[in-house]
């Protein structure tokens, strides 16, 4: 199999949940972390952040589906990233008002974060990056860590102007989605030997971060809760399914060539779009 690195154009377009409780996820999403609804289904409701045409999440109903074990492998958190730290600061605010719980905060050196969980115990990230060239590298590594937040210096971004909360504005995009995974090994040959992203860091315990053009990290992955364990069944609560798009048909054509080089079975949906499986059995789809 040739081996290629996916581009720096490269991102998580969609992210797809399950859930038994469709109107209350929607509500929660809407009202607290400011998505803004574009279209609805029978079983389906999109949302995006600042009224894009194409959905960045899709929350799915099926009241029979099996609950997640949150000790398995599947979705840690997805992480919203909001263009500036104004903008987080604004999000702050907001999620202080609503008296939703917050989970915490951490300065990661390469941008800061607030965590949270929808009504169904997905995980939730909303950060801010700080400046690419101010990011630490060792040797090609970026250097992260998990410190505490000035969190009365971040809601002093706003103390000049009043800025009423709207949602979550337009440029925000789904900057990286942290999953746990049964092997870090077995994560590191799919994601970067077969998919083509770039091993960022890898000396956190327990956890690899990875990306494609040297962003700090596009995939999380982690054995922190999941060390080991058999996925759950199919169609379980949680995370169904996420959305990789890449620049061009080349990378495309190239990508879906390279994994069946591999082994790996890929389906084609149409001209822009295949699937494929990874180690825990989760969807992935290829956008091109």
Same mark, same amino acid.
């Given at each position: 199999m040739s081996h290629f690195t996916?581009? +720096?154009?490269?991102?998580?377009?969609?992210?797809?949940?399950?859930?038994?409780?469709?109107?209350?996820?929607?509500?929660?999403y809407q009202t607290v972390l400011g998505l803004q609804e574009i279209a609805r289904t029978a079983n389906q409701v999109h949302l995006?952040?600042?009224?894009?045409?194409?959905?960045?999440?899709?929350?799915?109903?099926?009241? +029979?589906a099996p609950l !997640?074990?949150? &000790? =398995?492998?599947?979705?840690? $958190? @997805?992480?919203?990233?909001?263009?500036?730290?104004?903008?987080?600061?604004?999000?702050? &605010?907001?999620?202080?008002?609503?008296?939703?719980?917050? =989970?915490? !905060?951490?300065?990661?050196?390469?941008s800061e974060a607030i965590y949270l969980s929808d009504p169904d115990?997905?995980?939730?990230?909303?950060y801010a990056d700080r400046p690419r060239n101010t990011w630490p590298m060792?040797?090609?590594?970026?250097?992260?860590?998990?410190?505490?937040?000035? @969190?009365?210096?971040?809601? +002093?971004?706003?103390?000049n102007a009043y800025v009423?909360?709207?949602?979550?504005?337009?440029?925000?995009?789904?900057? $990286?989605?942290?999953?746990? @995974?049964?092997?870090?090994?077995?994560?590191?040959? !799919?994601y970067s030997g077969q998919l083509g992203f770039n091993v960022m860091q890898q000396n956190y315990p327990g956890a690899l971060f990875i990306s494609a053009g040297g962003y700090h990290h596009h995939l999380g992955l982690n054995t922190w809760h999941s060390l080991s364990t058999a996925p759950?069944?199919?169609? =379980?609560?949680?995370?169904?399914?996420?959305?990789? &798009? @890449?620049?061009? $048909?080349e990378i495309f054509n190239q990508l879906k060539t390279n994994l069946k080089a591999a082994g790996l079975a890929t389906e084609t949906l149409n001209h822009d779009l295949f699937a494929v499986q990874d180690p825990n059995n989760l969807q992935i789809f290829i956008q091109a």
């Open positions: 996916l581009p +720096a154009a490269t991102a998580i377009q969609q992210v797809t949940l399950r859930t038994r409780r469709l109107a209350e996820l929607k509500i929660f995006a952040a600042g009224e894009p045409t194409s959905a960045q999440l899709i929350l799915e109903e099926d009241k +029979a !997640f074990n949150r &000790r =398995q492998p599947g979705l840690y $958190h @997805v992480a919203w990233l909001v263009p500036n730290r104004q903008e987080l600061a604004l999000a702050l &605010r907001h999620l202080i008002q609503t008296k939703w719980p917050l =989970q915490g !905060f951490g300065d990661h050196l390469v115990g997905n995980g939730i990230e909303v060792v040797n090609g590594q970026v250097q992260m860590d998990t410190l505490a937040v000035d @969190v009365p210096n971040l809601l +002093a971004e706003l103390q009423a909360w709207s949602g979550l504005p337009a440029g925000t995009v789904i900057g $990286h989605i942290h999953l746990q @995974v049964s092997s870090l090994a077995a994560a590191k040959q !799919f759950g069944p199919q169609g =379980q609560t949680g995370l169904a399914n996420f959305t990789i &798009r @890449v620049p061009d $048909h």
